[in-house]
């Protein structure tokens, strides 16, 4: 069981920057792809970015490209995402996710994801 804890989000004004950190509890965090996902209330999970279990492939959500950067450092088992240009439609609960399946044509997928974290809000303020 792939434990998740979210940090660094909070309050930003729109145009700002956060930086968000997902650590895991698995001995194994190397071996797993990752994802960002984020929702917004009354909308349904979105899908942010993702990055492969050796993070030589990104993806992310067209309207999130050349704003938002994925990365990971598996020595101390913790993904980043950072977020630049954060407009106020951005508020929403962002959680990370993780699986060991291949997510090459469906990262974009919740249901790839097997473990989730419990989110962190992100308000983005006009």
């Known amino acids: 069981q792939v434990q998740l804890v979210e940090s660094g989000g909070g309050l930003v004004q729109a145009g700002g920057s956060l930086r968000l950190s997902c650590a895991a509890s698995e001995r194994t965090f190397s071996n797993y792809n990752m994802g960002w996902f984020r929702q917004a209330p009354g909308k349904e999970r979105e899908f942010v970015a993702a990055i492969s279990w050796i993070g030589g492939s990104t993806y992310y959500a067209d309207s999130m490209k050349g704003r938002f950067t994925i990365s990971r450092d598996n020595a101390k088992k913790t993904v980043y995402l950072q977020m630049n240009s954060l407009k106020p439609e951005e508020t929403a609960v962002y959680y990370c996710?993780?699986?060991?399946?291949?997510?090459?044509?469906?990262?974009?997928?919740?249901?790839?994801?097997?473990?989730w974290g419990q989110g962190t809000q992100v308000t983005v303020s006009s």
């Open positions: 996710a993780a699986t060991r399946s291949l997510i090459t044509g469906s990262y974009y997928h919740a249901k790839t994801y097997d473990y």
